[in-house]
């Protein structure tokens, strides 16, 4: 920040309080501020802050000027600046929810996150609030747990976000990316996608998800399936053979038969999905020794990677993770099914059943919160 700059701020806050006190000045700035307002539509930065710096010096009481000159500054950066508007128009409106969220957004820009949380959380629970409010509150309390390392509690508000306005880019946007965190890269991928249908304007952000973050991700997708063992020497009509008459074989009750074919069928293809939930069912049907279970959970996590969509797999492989005692395995296999399908509830119900097997008041407190989430999404509307 200049010191040029800094001090416009403070004369647009001095010298335009004295104006507006004195009630100078023949014009009152709405002219200006509907010519800011087109110039920041059409993301002309420089000549948005120009107009809008005089509007509010014409007319420092219009708090819709002094939202949009924070949000001007915001966009270049400039968040000392943003937050001198900010504090203009909370002396005017400090109850204005626009002003709130912005004040709210500043304070997670100057990481004093009990603040941002305090005024987010106060939006998004509000039930007479707008379900959009709402919603772009919840995508900020999202946002500030995050940069606490809090994912859960950050998936939670995105989700919740979402739920309360479908069109919110912003919920999609920072969902994709906590799931790109967490390596869930199908559903990240998936996230992004609905992000850039959702955002109006070619901002750099969408520029960027276009351009470099998806065909980077679906890079990676491939790389990680052309890594897996085997998946080099893929012979998928060798595979698709066995797999037929492992089919023919399960059919006449002829299990041990079936499951030595569906072996074969994924030896020749690894990436075969229905090879590796076949063989998982064989060894289901055929061993229930100690090693035999073993095998029958690892062919269905095997199954749950080669299909992060197929969720009754994933419910399956969840259940016996927590029969066998894999209580952390299943978090995992059911956080995974949740990010494919955010309205199961079956899947809630699972996860918060995994979190309170694993013990501790972290977890207790995670599992609380999804099942609030959980109440949500069973409500009605």
Not at 8 to 21: N, S
Not at 156 to 177: C, E, M, S, T, V
Request: positive net charge.
């Amino acid at each position: 920040m200049t010191s040029s700059s800094r001090r416009f701020a403070l004369d647009v806050l001095v010298v335009a309080l004295v104006a507006f006190a004195a009630g100078c000045g023949k014009r009152d700035g709405a002219k200006e501020y509907a010519a800011a307002k087109a110039a920041y539509e059409v993301r002309d930065l420089r000549k948005a802050e120009k107009l809008v710096g005089e509007s509010v010096r014409l007319a420092p009481g219009n708090v819709d000027a002094l939202v949009t000159a924070a949000r001007i500054k915001i966009d270049l950066g400039q968040m000392a600046e943003a937050k001198d508007f900010v504090d203009m128009a909370k002396l005017f409106a400090g109850d204005d929810v626009d002003v709130r969220l912005l004040d709210a957004y500043l304070a997670y820009y100057q990481q004093e996150y009990p603040r941002a949380l305090e005024v987010f959380n106060g939006i998004a629970n509000d039930a007479s609030m707008d379900a959009k409010l709402r919603s772009q509150a919840l995508s900020g309390v999202g946002v500030v747990e995050m940069s606490r390392n809090e994912t859960d509690l950050a998936r939670i508000a995105f989700l919740k976000a979402a739920r309360f306005d479908r069109r919110n880019p912003a919920a999609w946007y920072h969902l994709g990316q906590l799931y790109h965190r967490l390596g869930y890269n199908e559903a990240a991928l998936e996230q992004f996608d609905i992000y850039v249908r959702l955002e109006e304007t070619a901002s750099r952000r969408v520029q960027e998800v276009q351009r470099n973050v998806i065909p980077k991700l679906k890079d990676e997708i491939a790389r990680q399936a052309a890594e897996r063992p085997g998946a080099s020497d893929r012979d998928s009509a060798a595979s698709a053979k066995a797999l037929a008459e492992a089919e023919t074989a399960w059919n006449k009750g002829q299990y041990k038969t079936a499951k030595s074919k569906y072996l074969a069928a994924f030896s020749s293809d690894p990436l075969s999905f229905p090879a590796a939930i076949g063989v998982a069912k064989a060894f289901e049907k055929t061993d229930a020794t100690a090693e035999g279970q073993k095998k029958t959970f690892e062919y269905y996590k095997t199954a749950c990677m080669l299909r992060p969509g197929a969720i009754s797999t994933f419910l399956k492989t969840g259940e016996l993770a927590m029969k066998l005692g894999h209580y952390a395995t299943a978090v995992e296999i059911y956080s995974r099914a949740l990010a494919a399908d955010p309205s199961n509830f079956m899947v809630v119900d699972g996860l918060i059943r995994a979190l309170r097997k694993t013990g501790g008041t972290a977890k207790a407190n995670t599992a609380a919160a999804y099942q609030a989430y959980r109440d949500l999404i069973t409500k009605k509307r």
